[in-house]
């Protein structure tokens, strides 16, 4: 299985600052044949499913605002909001969906990072 | 507009059996795969299951293969998941997820959640 990993595990960040959550994965998940990461951004607010925020790496979801984005290729990807709203106090998790024919549907997740208002 | 509703969770002993259902509507059915992903009490993400949108290839993580079962019905837009020889460590919130690939493979990148449905074992 491909792990992959966050950092930090919490954030505190004031309103109107830059966040930046972190994620790895411990193999690429970029596939060569059509040069796309597999790698998609959740954002988790308590007792609500997950949101989808960003595909493929670095393009966002229909209606979600440009001051989130995705950067990143192969194992070491970032995401960014770059003026915090209250609104956006939740969990963000990362998620890979690089899979083989051995591993169809596989996709794994980061453990989450808590992102707070300082 | 899309809309997911799980049904069928609840408290089951360990051993037992529970089969949770999704209702679906706001999309062509059976041009999306679906899946069930899980989140345990304060825990992250895992994916359970996903079945393709005809429903002719279904896959399993390693943890529930062999246990679970997962199905669809395309006429009534409804994807289920037969749990059996349920543990304590399935004690989680299920989530039915819509993949996004409109070939209708699993791709597990999700677009559209459910609510949840919460199932607990224990004796």
């Known amino acids: 299985d491909i792990v992959m990993t966050q950092s930090p595990d919490s954030l505190t960040v004031s309103l109107g600052e830059r966040a930046t959550i972190n994620c790895k994965s411990s193999?690429?998940?970029?596939?060569?044949?059509?040069?796309?990461?597999?790698l998609a951004w959740y954002q988790q607010k308590p007792g609500q499913p997950p949101k989808l925020l960003i595909y493929w790496a670095s393009i966002r979801e229909y209606g979600v605002p440009d001051r989130f984005s995705g950067s990143g290729s192969g194992t070491d990807f970032t995401l960014t909001i770059s003026s915090l709203q209250a609104e956006d106090v939740a969990v963000y998790y990362c998620q890979q969906y690089y899979t083989t024919p051995e591993t169809i549907g596989q996709g794994t997740f980061g453990q989450g990072t808590k992102l707070e208002i300082k | 507009e899309v809309q997911l509703v799980e049904s069928g969770g609840g408290l089951v002993q360990p051993g037992g059996s529970l089969r949770l259902s999704c209702a679906a509507s706001g999309f062509t059915f059976s041009s999306y795969a679906m899946s069930w992903v899980r989140q345990a009490p304060g825990k992250g993400m895992d994916w359970v299951s996903g079945i393709s949108g005809s429903g002719g290839s279904t896959f399993y993580a390693g943890s529930v293969k062999g246990r679970f079962t997962i199905s669809r019905d395309n006429a009534k837009n409804t994807v289920h998941l037969q749990m059996s020889s349920l543990r304590a460590e399935d004690t989680a919130v299920y989530f039915c997820?819509?993949?996004?690939?409109?070939?209708?493979?699993?791709?597990?990148?999700?677009?559209?959640w459910g609510q949840g449905i919460l199932v607990t074992v224990s004796s």
């Open positions: 997820a819509k993949d996004s690939d409109e070939a209708g493979k699993v791709l597990s990148l999700f677009d559209r």
């Open positions: 193999q690429s998940v970029l596939y060569s044949s059509n040069n796309k990461n597999y």
